[in-house]
């Protein structure tokens, strides 16, 4: 087996919460962080703490505005942040295909 | 996107040094401390660690014998062991497929 790809996985993105946030954001251009608490059914803190980890890092970008007179705060990726989500999912693939076996070929 | 496959990642798989060792003994009926410790280039005592969390979880069995006078501890997965690997690795597939954009069928 080769070790590589389990030792290059970024940590910041294996998380399982940041992953999912990480997987959210690269489908959207921006999300609001309502949605990305809603729809990962986290509560106020975890999404704040792994958003704040995101930022850090400089995969996530923050957008403060006010809509209709009420705070509205989203989210999005940075280059960065798509650049190292595609090399995560890049790693993952061949994690996936050194594990199972390979399908028939058609 | 479908929160799901995130929210089922078994955790004690999911950390990097465990996801290798599992990957590892799914791939061979036994392995020594050693092989594992040194083809995943870990310390003695990350390893150890590793596979202890991996024993209480029950997804691995040990087994201590004497090779030619010395003292040798192996590894192999439990059944169940192997059915929670398939689920993870199923769930990693599930993610895989939801983060990038399918290719063109041929």
Redesign the interface.
């Given at each position: 087996?080769n070790?590589e790809p389990?030792?290059q996985?970024d940590?910041t993105i294996?998380e399982?919460?940041r992953?999912?946030i990480m997987?959210?954001l690269?489908?959207a251009p921006t999300l609001l962080f309502t949605e990305i608490r809603d729809?990962?059914?986290m509560t106020d803190g975890n999404a704040t703490a792994h958003l704040r980890t995101l930022l850090e890092a400089g995969y996530v970008a923050v957008t403060k505005s006010l809509e209709g007179g009420r705070a509205a705060t989203s989210y999005a990726l940075t280059q960065t942040g798509r650049r190292a989500?595609a090399d995560y999912?890049g790693l993952?693939?061949q994690?996936?295909a050194?594990?199972?076996p390979p399908l028939p070929s058609r």
């Open positions: 087996m070790p389990f030792l996985l940590r294996h399982k919460g992953l999912a997987s959210l690269a489908a729809t990962l059914r989500f999912v993952l693939e994690i996936v050194q594990t199972r």
